[in-house]
């Protein structure tokens, strides 16, 4: 058996430029899982642009057939691994917020997930040429924004949480571009040498707000 992802995904991503089947039977689930394993080990050594749907044919002896029952095209492998090293991603920053306690613990929460979303593209480097896969395809663009929307939220929620007196739109706004900006100055992070990616991250922490707005002017 296999369930159509045609329409919105449980997590709120649109299914566009994701798995047009994902098989919920043992054998057939397997398959699938050694796909995205074998996509996410290919892109790792050759980079998004040069990964090709043949490249799994090849290494795993999957047919044709099979691989675009469940992906009709590149994007939908590429946007398959993005929305599932989003989910890791998203449990970190949840996980790091829940050590606030009060507002004043802000500033040491979003240096500990400026560290932690660092330390996730360490860790697996793959999701480097993931990320850049989803800027350069217009249609992955959704995935990256929804997943920047969905961060900001949990910012936003983990703020009126701890600042209950705060004013609902304008931390709703604060927190957007706070996330915006720890998503690039890390992006940014991980195209440096390890000892100036450090260097960056450090001076970028010491530049992270430490009040939460109580206002929207």
């Not at 949990?154 to 739109?169: D, H, I, K, N």
Request: glycine letters at 6%.
């Amino acid at each position: 058996m296999t369930r159509n992802t045609s329409s919105d995904g449980e997590d709120g991503t649109m299914a566009r430029g994701m798995a047009r089947l994902v098989p919920t039977q043992k054998r057939s689930r397997e398959r699938f899982e050694r796909i995205l394993e074998c996509a996410a080990a290919v892109m790792a050594e050759k980079g998004s642009e040069a990964f090709r749907m043949s490249d799994i044919v090849e290494r795993i002896g999957v047919p044709f057939g099979s691989l675009y029952q469940y992906f009709p095209d590149k994007a939908a492998i590429i946007g398959t691994l993005a929305v599932r090293y989003n989910a890791v991603g998203r449990e970190c920053v949840r996980r790091d917020l829940s050590a606030m306690e009060r507002p004043a613990d802000m500033h040491a929460a979003l240096c500990q997930i400026v560290d932690s979303y660092y330390r996730m593209f360490i860790d697996e480097p793959v999701m480097r040429d993931i990320w850049q896969a989803t800027q350069a395809d217009r249609m992955l663009q959704q995935i990256d924004e929804e997943d920047a929307a969905y961060l900001a939220g949990l910012l936003a929620q983990a703020l009126l949480r701890v600042g209950p007196g705060a004013e609902r739109s304008a931390v709703e706004t604060f927190s957007q571009l706070v996330m915006t900006l720890v998503a690039a100055a890390v992006r940014h992070a991980i195209t440096l040498a390890p000892d100036e990616a450090q260097r960056t991250l450090a001076l970028f922490k010491r530049m992270l707000p430490k009040d939460v707005p109580a206002t929207a002017s």
